[in-house]
């Protein structure tokens, strides 16, 4: 059981790093936040994440790409929405690999995840 970092749980940071990765690609989003999300990916050249299983991560959309700041690792990369399988908002708390994780508090309305069970 491997804890995710208390920096990877942030979705405050998870936003502006997120945000830097949009604006260097030369976009711009129309959303204000991101969502925490399990999603699941096609296989697909352009992206060397696991494929049919799902991954966490914050998710900020920008028309037909979407950006992900994946939970284990921290790695942020911007892929095409048709690459996703399916996607689902996590409103509370989530597990990974045997690890149970909630929300800590909110900073300006962006919440912070801890770990609750190990």
């Known amino acids: 059981m491997r804890k995710i970092s208390n920096q990877n749980l942030n979705a405050y940071l998870a936003n502006q790093i997120i945000d ?4 260097d690609a030369g976009e711009q989003s129309p959303y204000k936040t991101v969502q925490l999300a399990k999603i699941i990916l096609r296989s697909s ?3 060397k994440l696991d ?10 959309n920008v ?3 979407t950006a992900i700041k994946v939970l284990t690792n ?7 929405s048709s690459q996703i399988v399916s996607s689902s908002e996590i409103k509370g ?4 690999s045997g690890v149970t994780y ?3 508090d909110y900073i300006n309305g962006f919440p912070r995840y801890k770990v609750k069970r190990k």
């Open 45 to 47: 050249p352009n992206h």
């Open 20 to 23: 830097k990765a949009i604006a």
């Open 102 to 104: 909630g929300v800590k």
């Open 51 to 60: 494929t049919g299983v799902p991954i966490y991560g914050f998710v900020k």
């Open 93 to 96: 708390d989530f597990t990974i």
């Open 63 to 65: 028309g037909e790409i």
């Open 74 to 80: 921290g790695a942020v990369v911007l892929i095409k």
